[in-house]
């Protein structure tokens, strides 16, 4: 029951906004949003991969892979037939400039371009917070942060994820809040919550924690005028039990080479993909 009722809260979501939300005009199209959700899931009652469409799980790997081993890359990306950043950085030669994997790796560094070697520039976030998790997991300071004001103008998109605060309770479970300025709750939305669940699920396996609650924190939380058909026809399904996720081998001490093979997603029976265009 659990399981089902992690699901529940997402259609909550899409429902509240197609009937309460607010019709704006933003930079690439008219939306309904709501400001200031939130979502819970406890990991130990199932992985949060969404059962009422089915979700590209491979896709959430290789771009978590990409992030952890600090890459803007995005051909690296098309190489593994991944093509959801292609939109946003099709015009500056597929790098995506200092987005998400710059900034957890390299965080202060100058960027140059996507090809550059930033071997030991910037501050590790990462490698930080593994260190806290194993000497200080009491630590209020375990925080990861994909926000940078000074290097925005030379992103292909400022991020959307830009913090994620980690914490361990005395049972040595670990939890994660994540705070989303903006979410494509349709289309962007499911793939954010698996990731940072993926994440959790990773960090603990290499300090030999348990995962324990997801929270998710989203801003502007909008669903696009072109997306509300596929809404309807997602809220029209009843959510399945969730499936589990199984590390079958544990990845390097630093995450950096994590691959989608070190993953497996068990009892993932979901219903029909629900297509809908990505807005960038």
């Not at 099709?90 to 550059?116: L, N």
């Not at 396996?205 to 909008?222: L, Q």
């Not at 809404?231 to 399904?237: D, G, K, M, N, V």
Request: charged residues 20%; aromatic residues 10%; proline residues 4%.
């Amino acid at each position: 029951m659990f399981r089902i009722i992690m699901e529940a809260q997402y259609l909550d979501i899409l429902q509240r906004i197609l009937e309460l939300g607010q019709q704006r005009d933003t930079r690439n199209g008219c939306v309904r949003n709501i400001f200031g959700m939130h979502l819970s899931f406890d990991l130990a009652n199932g992985f949060p991969l969404m059962t009422t469409k089915r979700i590209f799980w491979r896709g959430i790997c290789e771009e978590l892979a990409w992030f952890l081993r600090g890459s803007t890359n995005v051909q690296e990306l098309r190489d593994k037939r991944v093509h959801i950043w292609d939109g946003n950085s099709e015009s500056r030669q597929y790098d995506a400039g200092p987005v998400y994997g710059f900034q957890w790796r390299h965080f202060g560094a100058t960027y140059s371009d996507c090809h550059a070697n930033y071997d030991g520039k910037g501050v590790d976030q990462i490698a930080n917070i593994i260190h806290l998790l194993r000497s200080n997991p009491t630590s209020r300071r375990m925080v990861l942060s994909a926000w940078c004001p000074a290097q925005q103008d030379q992103m292909c998109l400022p991020p959307c994820h830009v913090m994620y605060q980690f914490y361990v309770d005395k049972g040595q479970r670990l939890s994660c809040m994540m705070t989303q300025r903006s979410a494509d709750v349709f289309l962007g939305l499911p793939f954010n919550i698996a990731s940072t669940s993926l994440l959790v699920h990773l960090l603990a396996d290499i300090v030999g924690m348990s995962p324990g609650v997801v929270h998710i924190n989203v801003g502007d939380a909008h669903i696009y005028e072109e997306h509300v058909d596929a809404c309807q026809e997602q809220l029209s399904r009843a959510p399945k039990t969730l499936p589990t996720l199984e590390i079958i081998e544990t990845p390097d001490d630093s995450l950096r080479h994590f691959q989608y093979s070190h993953v497996k997603i068990n009892g993932y029976s979901p219903q029909r993909t629900i297509k809908a265009k990505m807005k960038v």
